[in-house]
């Protein structure tokens, strides 16, 4: 949890610089186009990073002769579709609460600096620096739950608390006066403790040969999702149509809500292994590896 948990901080790190450092770079320069310059050079920065990883992972490989030591991976295995079949059925219920919390998430990023224009009047730069509160809350957060989670285990739990917890910052956010600073600390938050706990299940789930279709299936499903939703949402906010942004992000938390409790009854009727620790969670797999359903 905690290692996974430091790269979701990486990540918001990056939203917290996009948010509330370009618009001020932009005007300060007169014009995006240096800002996305910069953005290119992160990203050619990112690139970099990447072939160094693979680099030094194929050497650690070579090196820890990884492959032939782990027992769980036969060589010449090959993928079939009807693998997908033997997935149970937490797995797929993980994946749609994922998706739907990725989705809403990332699309409130995308749009909350127009959603704080048009609902609260903020300015361009006010609305993003509001925005990066999601950001640094969800940065400060999720290592710290990470290890929490690592030790005290109650993954399950706290993503199901994590799912409420966005639900009701949004229905704070669009229907209960309050400042909208708690809603957006309330939403990073609540997005820590999905982000911290809900990883590491995937793990847990699914068997070790099937891991890297298991986080294949999710992104494609986060990604493809996000395709639909931010193209809803550029026509929603065409309109400045506020009451169907709201409608459309609770809709998605609610099936986030629901998919969590069925995941988490179900994990707590098989032995409840998402939420041991992980010194705990490790012995029962090699004791109980087919138990998980």
Known sequence: SLAMSLQVSAGRLGDMFGYSGLPPLATALGSYAWAMWLAAGLCVLSLVATVVFV????RAEQLAEIIEDQADVHPGSKFALRQLLHMPASYWLLTLLIICVYSTMFSFLSFCPDYLQLRF???????GKVTTIISICSMIFSPVLGYVLDKVGQRASVVTAGSVGMLLSFVILGYIPMPVYVPIALIGFSFSLVSSGVWPCVAILIDNELLGTGFGII???INGALMFVNYAFGTIFN????????YVWLGMMVA???ASLSWNAIDRMSGGLANLPSRQEDIDTSVNGDSVS
Do not use: Y
């Not at 009047?121 to 609305?127: L, Y």
């Not at 309109?239 to 709201?246: E, I, K």
């Open 239 to 246: 309109n400045d149509d506020l009451v169907a942004a709201d």
């Open 55 to 58: 680099v030094l992972d194929r």
């Open 121 to 127: 009047g903020f300015d361009e730069s006010e609305a």
């Open 219 to 221: 992104a494609g499903g």
């Open 256 to 258: 986030a809500v629901v």
